[in-house]
């Protein structure tokens, strides 16, 4: 069964940090580009951050560059999205998924597998 297993995420104060991580099983991990995407209530899904297959290139969104960091670890079969000083404005549902090619990068609808979403809230 193809599947993507997200962990972390949470309440935490502004400034703080989090670490998310996503767990691949079924599928050849190292194939795949991996990108993290958010949701906020009321708004539509964005794209937050990406990582290359083999973890030798990353991008990002102008909102979180500088701040969020994503890699991966493909012994692992794991991606995870560091997150440092988080703003309340970051507080959303945050979902991995895995893509075959590096284009069009930040397209929801690229996507092929996603992981169920985790909520990160940031309070003030």
């Known amino acids: 069964q193809v599947q993507l297993v997200q962990s972390g995420g949470g309440l935490v104060q502004a400034g703080g940090s989090l670490r998310l991580s996503c767990a691949a099983s079924?599928?050849?991990?190292?194939?795949?580009?991996m990108g993290w995407f958010r949701q906020a209530p009321g708004k539509e899904r964005q794209f937050v951050a990406a990582?290359?297959?083999?973890?030798?290139?990353?991008y990002y969104s102008d909102s979180v560059k500088g701040r969020f960091t994503a890699s991966r670890d493909n012994a692992r079969n794991t991606g995870y999205l560091q997150m440092s000083s988080l703003k309340p404005e970051d507080t959303a549902i945050y979902s991995c998924?895995?893509?075959?090619?590096?284009?069009?990068?930040?397209?929801?609808?690229?996507?092929?597998?996603w992981g169920q979403g985790t909520q990160v809230t940031v309070s003030l």
């Open positions: 998924a895995v893509k075959r090619y590096w284009g069009t990068i930040d397209s929801v609808s690229r996507y092929d597998i």
């Open positions: 079924g599928l050849t991990f190292s194939d795949y580009v």
């Open positions: 990582v290359a297959r083999r973890g030798d290139s990353t």
